[in-house]
């Protein structure tokens, strides 16, 4: 992004109505941008003190060095890696181009940042290879001091990939939520947080989900890309374009376009089963970009089964 739009990307934040704006730094791979970038982040941040800028950066955590673990140290950057659990299981799928794991490259940026007061938490992303080992991965990120654990299931949206090695089906998504369930209580440690737990303990005590993928609460995420192109979140890629920050003047003009209008309208729209389902406030029809079309042709969560075997499981477990 160059700096003229990442100023007016600043321009375009700061006349939105809240007071609170949360980014996420996301790629790719965000810190091949260079420190020069988040330095610049840092001075408009600076300059447009209307808001309070909260920032959260997600990384494979291979670059991190002491500069840049003391750029986000003092910049107070929240930093999520992605740590696919233990060695063997994060060496099966993120190779270098050299065909070697990276587990020990990763951890080496864990740990550089912890020594600067940064605790990452984690995206473990889990894919056919991995589905298995739910127990091995849960109890790897506890041994290596993670505390605050996400598990993405890998959902392939690329229509031509025929052979699709790494989705997960419903089935095996949901056995691998009970085993780290499981584990999470065995491990009996409240300080310990696995965010698919926590979006249904959340629901069962306050009827509040914590999580877009549970509340419905998709279109209150945009992508910005390098042009200033504005896009819903990053899972959508490139299909739905909102419009740009060079084009609208305000949030109000991106909001109430007729383009996110009729995307909205369509990701709203609940299939037979959802309405009928006593889980349907917690769960909204999953993440609206993780769904298949139904018999009616209306899109359904496509880990449906997964959602309500777990909330079943957790309450039976907890009685
Ligand atoms: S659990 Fe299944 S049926 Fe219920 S709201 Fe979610 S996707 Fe719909
Ligand atoms: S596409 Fe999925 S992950 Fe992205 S905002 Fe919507 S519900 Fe959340």
Request: proline letters at 3%; a positive charge; charged letters at 25%.
């Amino acid at each position: 992004m160059l700096p003229e739009t990442l100023e007016k990307l600043f321009v375009f934040l700061n006349l939105l109505p809240q007071d609170r704006v949360r980014i996420n730094w996301n790629g790719g791979e965000p810190l091949l941008a260079g420190k020069d970038f988040f330095s610049r982040i840092i001075r408009l941040e600076k300059k447009y003190t209307g808001k309070v800028w909260l920032n959260m950066i997600q990384t494979n955590a291979m670059l991190v060095d002491n500069e840049w673990a003391g750029l986000f140290s003092a910049n107070d950057f929240r930093v999520g890696v992605s740590i696919d659990g233990s060695k063997e299981t994060h060496d099966k799928n993120r190779k270098n181009i050299a065909g070697q794991g990276t587990y020990e490259k990763a951890m080496c940026g864990v740990n550089i940042l912890r020594t600067h007061n940064i605790y990452p938490s984690t995206i473990c992303t889990i894919t056919k290879k991995t589905v298995k080992y739910a127990k091995e991965i849960f109890r790897s990120l506890i041994e290596n001091g993670f505390k605050n654990l996400a598990f993405n299931v890998f959902y392939n949206t690329a229509s031509d990939y025929s052979e699709d090695i790494y989705s997960l089906t419903d089935k095996e998504w949901l056995n691998f939520l009970t085993e780290v369930f499981d584990e999470w209580l065995i491990l009996n440690d409240p300080t310990v947080r696995v965010r698919e737990i926590d979006g249904i303990l959340a629901w069962v005590k306050s009827r509040s989900a914590n999580n877009c993928t549970y509340r419905g609460t998709c279109y209150q995420w945009f992508a910005v890309d390098y042009t200033g192109d504005i896009y819903p979140c990053e899972r959508y890629g490139k299909i739905t374009r909102f419009g740009s920050i060079n084009s609208y003047e305000t949030f109000s003009g991106t909001v109430t376009s007729s383009v996110l209008t009729k995307w909205r309208k369509n990701i709203e729209v609940l299939p037979q089963k959802c309405q009928s389902c006593s889980l349907q406030s917690l769960c909204n029809n999953g993440c609206s970009q993780h769904r298949e079309a139904d018999t009616q042709g209306v899109p359904l969560y496509t880990y449906c089964e997964s959602r309500l075997g777990l909330y079943y499981y957790i309450q039976q477990k907890l009685n």
